[in-house]
């Protein structure tokens, strides 16, 4: 029997935001989530199939919140887990994964070759978890927009960050299954972590050489296949902001809603901010607060003095 590791978790109304868009804007607060953001979605949701096929201990390669998610349901489901992070890893996140009770293997300047090493350690025992490229999370983040569906909210537009696209493509999942063909998407990230913004520009998957941006939640080089197959959808908008953009909504967030997200969540709050004109003559728009572990009030502080 699957055992459902995430909550259902907030929807409220941001109504001095929708004041300023004229639209009512609507916050699905994921930040609220048991391992700090949506990751738990997909990542229990996969833990309870493999485990049903035989699966015993795991091993996952991450920057943060899918290796907290990991090892919060391998406490929940009582499965030895191991996180590899990158050298970029700050201390506030892997002290988070050690928390819960699993191996934190520290490998790799990236989350690139921080996944080689994790794939070189798999076994028939010992079962890989990829962050965001697998069917089973993408079913797991589309329990998102089921809940949405559920309070009776039929979006217009659904704003969220993109690192590799497992939450845009469980976005996207959620939207089909739910009828909801006429909801578009704004698919954001910063300059240095724009894999899915290249991809879409230059009609093909796109590897990065570096990730430079404050956001290393979004640092995946290459987006996953189905992600770079959404570019060719209209309904799904890709959206470029800066680093000083979603450090600036992360405050503006934290002061409006007294809850700290990091960069990569402040990308999807930072077009709402800013008041886009992507979102003229919207009535309902939805924005997924992804959460994040990895960033502390010292970091944003710091950034703020630094800005003055």
């Known amino acids: 029997m699957n055992k459902q590791l995430h909550i259902n978790s907030p929807l409220i109304e941001a109504l001095s935001i929708g004041k300023k868009l004229k639209a009512r804007v609507w916050l699905k607060m994921e930040s609220s989530q048991p391992s700090g ?48 992070v990158p050298e970029t890893t700050k201390k506030i996140a892997k002290d988070l994964i050690k928390s819960e009770g699993a191996k934190v293997i520290v490998s ?52 969220l960050s993109v690192g590799g696209g497992g939450l845009l493509c469980g976005i996207a999942e959620g939207l089909r299954k739910n009828n909801f063909f006429k909801t578009k998407i704004l698919a954001v990230e910063t300059h240095g972590a724009d894999s899915f913004f290249r991809a879409k520009k230059m009609k093909k998957l796109v590897t ?38 979603a450090l600036e909504a992360t ?29 003229e003559g919207l009535k309902n728009i939805l924005i997924i607060v992804c959460g994040g572990v990895g960033f502390s009030i010292d970091q944003l502080n710091e950034w703020k003095n630094s800005n003055q």
């Open 108 to 159: 790799g300047k990236s989350w690139d070759e921080s996944h080689s090493f994790a794939l070189s350690h798999t076994s028939s025992s010992l079962k890989y978890i990829h962050p965001f490229d697998d069917p089973l999370l993408w079913e797991g983040h589309s329990t998102i927009i089921d809940e949405i569906y559920h309070a009776g909210l039929k979006p217009d537009m659904v704003v």
């Open 251 to 279: 405050d503006l967030f934290l002061k409006d809603h007294r809850t700290l997200v990091e960069p990569a969540c402040g990308a999807s709050l930072s077009p709402v901010y800013k008041n886009s004109n992507i979102f």
């Open 37 to 84: 953001s949506f990751k738990i979605r997909g990542i229990g949701y996969a833990f309870n199939k493999f485990i049903q096929d035989g699966a015993k201990e795991f091993i996952i390669a991450s920057g943060g919140n899918a290796g907290y998610a990991a090892a919060y349901a391998g406490r929940k489901l009582k499965v030895p887990v191991s996180v590899v």
């Open 208 to 245: 990065l050489d570096k990730i430079s941006s404050i956001a290393t939640s979004l640092g995946a080089k290459t987006v996953a296949k189905k992600a770079f197959d959404l570019t060719k959808d209209k309904s799904v908008i890709s959206h470029l902001i800066s680093d000083h953009d």
